[in-house]
Each structure stands twice: as structure tokens, then as C-alpha cells.
């Protein structure tokens, strides 16, 4: 089952514009990772955010997490061409007996920017 | 550093005929392995994890199975291929424990024809 739902589903902006994907879950959580993934390629890693941060900044990404409302945001600032991916989050759900092996995956966000 | 390699990148097969997928990581030891198939359009779907050689948990029973004969090798398998089983395959491995991120593979495309 899908624990994480992205929103927008596809999100199309010019460049040099922020870019800002939400993600809702379900259940408790240990974190919330974000990843990226150009297309007919593997997915890229960028951002782990615990469950107990707020805020987490990498580079041009800004990921904040609320776990009362149990969503997290991505923002790509001052977008690029080359930011043209889809945009995963996935989350590492806390679950009786500290099983962390399974990371769920929601549908993603389609991000076009365009030249 | 560490370096994980799927193959075949695309594969087309027969419905009937049997399939192979192989992974290999290098750079870490006892690594957690995974197989994730996604559709088109659609998410991650997770199919196997392995938290070490000869142990492996199946998420969705359906046509496919998969093996763990060395440590850093992972081999997804089928006897018999479906129209069904047609989809994106990634392999990924993470660090055991919490708070660590996947490293995926660059996938295989499989169409059954």
C-alpha cells in the first residue's frame, strides 16, 4: 500500500520560479526522504528528514516536515531546466518491533521547468 | 565509495519464457537489498527486501521470486513470465538501521510480449 501521496501530480513553471511538491502520509514515521528521478533512470536520494526536525536545507532544497498534520513540503528554489524530473517522497513508517526495512513510495510529482 | 549495477537496462521476453535480474552493490558489506517494480505513471511498488544472504521477505505474492546467494548480490527470477509482469525493475540497497537512505540502480525496462 502507498503510504506517501505526492501533490500536485504534475507541476509545469518557468525558470528561475520556486517549485514547491507536497507529500501527505498516514502513520507514524521515523523520516521522510525525498527523491528525484530523471526519466527511464534509477531514483536519486536527495533529502532525509527525521522525524524530529522541522526544517532541513540542502543546496537549492528546502524540506520542512509537520508531523501533527503529517505532511512535508520540497522546495526547489531559482529552478533550472535540468530540475525537470519526477519528485518521490517516501517514508520509513515507525512500526512495533523497530522494523525499518521497507521504505513506501507515493506516485510522484512530475516537475517541468521550462527554458 | 560504494556502487550498485543492474542489468540488463532493457529486456524483451516472450510471455512463458523465464527471467533473470541481477544486482550487485560494491564498497559496503551487508547491505539491505530491494526490488521495486514501477508501472508507468504510478509509484514504487515493493516487491522483495533482504536483510541478509538467504533471507528474503515477499511483499506482493505474484509470478516473480528472488535470491540472495552472496551478500552483495540480489536476483530476481521468474519461471514463467506475464503480460503482467511487464514494468520498470530498480534494485536498491541502504545501510541496516534507521535513518539511512536507498541507493538505487539504474533500473531494467522489461516488456513482455
Known amino acids: 500500500s502507498q503510504q506517501g501521496e505526492e501533490d500536485p501530480q504534475a507541476l509545469s513553471i518557468q525558470e528561475g520560479e520556486n517549485a514547491t511538491m507536497n507529500c501527505s502520509y498516514k502513520?507514524?514515521?521515523?523520516?521522510l526522504q525525498w527523491y528525484r528521478q530523471n526519466s527511464g533512470r534509477g531514483l536519486v536520494h536527495l533529502i532525509l528528514i527525521r522525524s524530529n526536525e522541522r526544517e532541513k536545507h540542502s543546496g537549492r532544497l528546502r524540506v520542512t516536515l509537520d508531523t501533527s498534520k503529517k505532511s512535508s513540503s520540497l522546495l526547489i528554489t531559482a529552478s533550472r531546466a535540468a530540475d525537470t524530473a519526477s519528485y518521490f517522497c517516501?517514508?520509513?513508517?515507525?512500526?512495533?518491533?523497530?522494523?525499518?526495512?521497507?521504505?513506501?513510495f507515493g506516485k510522484g510529482t512530475l516537475l517541468t521547468v521550462n527554458p | 565509495s560504494q556502487t550498485i549495477h543492474q542489468w540488463p537496462a532493457t529486456l524483451v521476453q516472450p510471455v512463458g519464457s523465464p527471467l533473470s535480474l541481477e544486482c550487485t552493490v560494491e564498497g559496503t558489506s551487508n547491505p539491505n537489498l530491494y526490488w521495486y517494480r514501477q508501472a508507468a505513471g504510478r509509484g514504487l511498488q515493493l516487491l522483495f527486501y533482504?536483510?541478509?544472504?538467504?533471507?528474503i521477505s515477499s511483499e506482493v505474492p505474484q509470478n516473480l521470486s528472488a535470491s540472495r546467494p552472496q551478500d552483495r548480490q540480489f536476483i530476481l527470477s521468474s519461471k514463467k513470465l506475464l503480460l503482467s509482469d511487464s514494468g520498470f525493475y530498480l534494485c536498491a540497497w541502504k545501510r541496516a538501521g534507521i535513518n539511512s537512505p536507498l541507493h538505487f540502480g539504474n533500473g531494467t525496462r522489461l516488456t513482455v510480449t
Open positions: 533482504s536483510v541478509g544472504i538467504g533471507q
Open positions: 502513520t507514524s514515521i521515523n523520516n
Open positions: 517516501a517514508t520509513d513508517p515507525l512500526l512495533s518491533g523497530g522494523s525499518n526495512y521497507k521504505l513506501t
